[in-house]
């Protein structure tokens, strides 16, 4: 049974601080929208989907903490707490999409009472949060088709149930192909600098059996090189028009190489991470974390002090090293800004 990465009770958001996996195995409670757009911020929740959903129930939250009597100053202040949870992690555009489905609820509940306002936008948030894991099941049936029995599948970041409602993107389709009976391996990724691959991916193939190695990021080319890879699939942050992908840090790297070895490279991501009004990858916000994600690795400096540093999140796999984008609503092939209009 794959793990709980959120769940809303009592009015409170219950979010499984990531940054305590593996070690511990901890709930972190939120009681209103501002707690949950910090867990978003410092990324104790992360991946796209996930930010998205906890978003939705920080507007349940913006409702239901508040006193006010004025309906007008009631919706005024949800849409304030929807701008501020937009800009917690500017790359994911399932976090701008849940939070486009809980204001279009909003503008048409707007004429009810506040009583009524709170519950309704609690039902929302909770029919996205039930949704996403049907979604990623039918992604991951889907996908499936694409792996071969004993395929040896490299992948990069986190993209498993907590990254989600549960089940997962890529990590989904890896769990289906398992589930299935396909004897897959996997190759994951570290993912420097926040070790999304070492920590969480790790942990949910070994809860889940699923038989893997650990590498660090600059040991992909060395395997690939060696056919020792069938495929790489990863999960994305924005899917763009024409098909462009923003995703984890070190993505591109792994598409070119993908390319130069003659291997497929896949996408797989909910139609809630594709922006067909983002026309290209130049045209995505590419978030910049802190300089101490880089000079630190678990509360250890291990670069001087005093220094300057880059440290942008994700990077834009151009369409052309995409080999498909697995939805769904099934596999899409290029010409993807044909074929993902088609689609949305
Ligand atoms: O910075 P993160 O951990 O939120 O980045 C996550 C990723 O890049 C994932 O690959 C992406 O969100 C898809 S998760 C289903």
């Known amino acids: 049974m794959p793990v709980k990465t959120l769940f809303y009770r009592n009015h409170t958001l219950y979010v499984l601080d990531q940054l305590q996996l593996p070690q511990r195995k901890k709930y972190i409670a939120c009681r209103d929208w501002q707690q949950v757009a910090q867990v978003i911020k410092k990324m104790n929740i992360r991946g796209a989907p996930a930010i998205g959903l906890a978003a939705a129930f920080g507007i349940a939250l913006a409702a239901e903490t508040q006193e006010a009597r ?3 100053r009631f ?4 849409r304030k707490a929807a701008g501020e949870l937009k800009a917690t992690r500017p790359t994911a555009t399932n976090l701008i999409w849940a939070l486009r489905q809980m204001l279009d609820h909003l503008a048409k509940i707007k004429d009810q009472d506040i009583n009524s306002i709170k519950v309704l ?8 949060w039930h949704e996403d894991v049907l979604i990623n099941k039918k992604l991951a049936v889907h996908g499936e088709k694409l792996i071969h029995r004993k395929d040896r599948i490299l992948t990069h970041c986190n993209t498993g149930a907590l990254a ?3 089940y997962g993107t890529a990590l989904g389709v890896v769990r289906e192909a398992h589930k299935r009976g396909k004897q897959v391996s996997v190759l994951v990724d570290e993912t420097r600098p926040y070790l999304q691959g070492a920590r ?3 942990w949910e193939l070994k809860e889940e059996n699923i038989p893997f190695h650990l590498i660090s990021d600059n040991m992909a080319g060395h395997f690939i090189s060696r056919g020792e890879v069938d495929c790489i699939i990863t999960g994305a942050d924005c899917v763009t028009a024409n098909g462009d992908t923003a995703n984890k840090i070190g993505t591109y790297i792994l598409a070119v190489l993908a390319k130069e070895n003659k291997i497929p490279f896949y996408i797989a991501a909910p139609l809630s991470t594709i922006d067909t ?3 290209t990858g130049s045209d995505i916000t590419i978030e ?10 678990a509360g250890i400096r291990i670069a001087p002090e005093g220094i300057k540093v880059k440290n942008p999140a994700f990077d834009i796999t151009p369409h052309k090293y995409i080999t498909a984008i697995i939805t769904e609503k099934g596999i899409v092939k290029k ?5 993902l209009k088609k689609l949305k």
């Open 164 to 166: 989600t409602a549960g």
């Open 288 to 297: 910049e974390r802190p300089a101490d994600e880089i000079t630190m690795i």
């Open 121 to 128: 936008l609690e039902k929302k948030a909770q029919q996205i």
């Open 70 to 72: 004025d309906k007008r």
């Open 75 to 78: 919706l005024d202040q949800i």
């Open 277 to 279: 009004h983002i026309k």
């Open 335 to 339: 010409p993807y800004l044909k074929n």
């Open 200 to 202: 969480l991916t790790a």
